[in-house]
Structures are given as structure tokens and as C-alpha cells.
């Protein structure tokens, strides 16, 4: 069974503290990984596509790498307004497996 | 372009109504998908429509019905509405291959009681 999972649930930063958000996944052939941000109350924003190993996406603060077992979104200087959960999702047999999210606070 | 929108935002029904959730894109997507979000467990495929005319089940199909109206439409129903139905479901939309991003939807926010 296709499963993806993301760590840690929460993850509470300063203002210009650099961290990295983690998605481990096992999908049978993976054909692409995706990670998505989401505020409250608000559907799911499309962020990166990745679709095989070693492959890098940039995005002003954020950067998604992608290895054979997981796949990490790294935030540079991050600020309050990239607070929300960020989601990751892989595509194998199934449409889109996607983990439950990571919880991002930065505080001013 | 209004991208993915769906009616209505919120719905409260009582145990055993039925409904129909609509959703429509605008981006002239082949495939069309449909999303529970509960707390705790993540967004979950409940049916999904690789293109025009086909409909598949995904993770948690029981309870619901679903009908591709037309390229840009795809419905939601739920029969006999139960209580471990009260989620937030997000319709969304994407080309098919090879795979390419969801774009999603506002969400409907629904209560059974």
C-alpha cells in the first residue's frame, strides 16, 4: 500500500531561523512527488513537482529536493507570512497518496 | 479564470438527507478529483474522474456517488448522510499525465448531525 508521511507535525520557528520539513514515502513506481501549502479554511496551493531523484525546485524562500525515500522542503530566513501547513503527496498507482501535513508557525 | 469552484461553502444536514456537492473547473482539465480532509487523518480520494466519461473509486469510496457531467463538471452526492460524513471536501482539477499538479478548490465544509 502507497503511504507518505511527514515530520514533524508541528514545527514552531523564529523569524529567520532556516529548517527543513521532512516527507518519507513508500509508492509502488513513483511518478511524482508534490508538495502544497495550505492556510486555514482554504484549499491546497500547488507548490513543486518533483519527478526523480536528485531533481531540485526553488521557490523565494522555499527549496524541494527529492531522493529514492523521501523528498525535503527546506526554508531559508523563513517569515510569519510562511506560516501554514505544508502538505507533500507522491503519485504511484494511485492518483495522489498525501501525508497528513506539517504545521508551520514562524513568530516575528 | 476562477480556476476550481464549489457549492455550497457550508451544509448542515441531519442523518439520512441526501445532497449533491458541485463542483466546476475552468482550466480545461481532463480529470477531476474528489477530497475529504478530517483532523488528523490528511486529504483522502474518495472518486476521482481520469477523463470525460470514466469514473473511479479511490480510498474511501463508501457513502458516496459521483457523476462527470461534462469536462468541466463533476458531482459529489451523498445518499443518506451519516455523522462519520462531517468533513471538509475539496473538489480538484489536473491533466492526467504524466502526472501533473491538482489545483484545488475553496472546499465545502459539511456537518451532519
Known amino acids: 500500500e502507497d503511504q507518505v508521511t511527514q515530520s514533524p507535525e508541528a514545527l514552531r520557528l523564529q523569524e529567520g531561523e532556516s529548517s527543513s520539513l521532512n516527507c518519507s514515502y513508500t509508492?509502488?513506481?513513483?511518478?511524482?512527488l508534490f508538495w502544497y501549502r495550505q492556510d486555514p479554511g482554504k484549499g491546497p496551493e500547488f507548490l513543486f513537482t518533483?519527478?526523480?531523484a536528485g531533481e531540485e525546485k526553488e521557490k523565494e524562500r522555499l527549496k524541494a529536493t527529492l531522493t529514492k525515500k523521501e523528498s525535503f522542503l527546506h526554508i531559508t530566513a523563513p517569515k510569519p507570512e510562511d506560516s501554514a501547513t505544508y502538505l507533500c503527496?507522491?503519485?504511484?498507482?494511485?492518483?495522489?497518496?498525501f501525508g497528513k501535513g506539517t504545521r508551520l508557525s514562524v513568530i516575528a | 479564470n476562477a480556476g476550481v469552484t464549489q457549492t455550497p461553502k457550508f451544509q448542515v444536514l441531519k442523518t439520512g438527507q441526501s445532497m449533491t456537492l458541485q463542483c466546476a473547473q475552468d482550466?480545461?482539465?481532463?480529470?477531476m478529483y474528489w477530497y475529504r480532509q478530517d483532523p488528523g487523518m490528511g486529504l483522502r480520494l474518495i472518486y476521482y474522474?481520469?477523463?470525460?466519461?470514466?469514473?473511479d473509486k479511490g480510498e474511501v469510496p463508501n457513502g458516496y456517488n459521483v457523476s462527470r457531467l461534462n469536462k468541466r463538471e463533476f458531482s459529489l452526492r451523498l445518499e443518506s448522510a451519516a455523522p462519520s460524513q462531517t468533513s471538509v471536501y475539496f473538489c480538484?482539477?489536473?491533466?492526467?499525465?504524466?502526472?501533473?499538479?491538482?489545483?484545488f478548490g475553496p472546499g465545502t465544509r459539511l456537518t451532519v448531525t
Open positions: 482550466m480545461n482539465h481532463n480529470s
Open positions: 503527496a507522491a503519485s504511484g498507482n494511485t492518483p495522489l497518496v
Open positions: 509508492v509502488s513506481g513513483l511518478r511524482g
Open positions: 480538484a482539477s489536473s491533466e492526467w499525465e504524466p502526472p501533473y499538479e491538482q489545483y
Open positions: 474522474s481520469a477523463s470525460e466519461g470514466t469514473t
Open positions: 518533483l519527478y526523480s
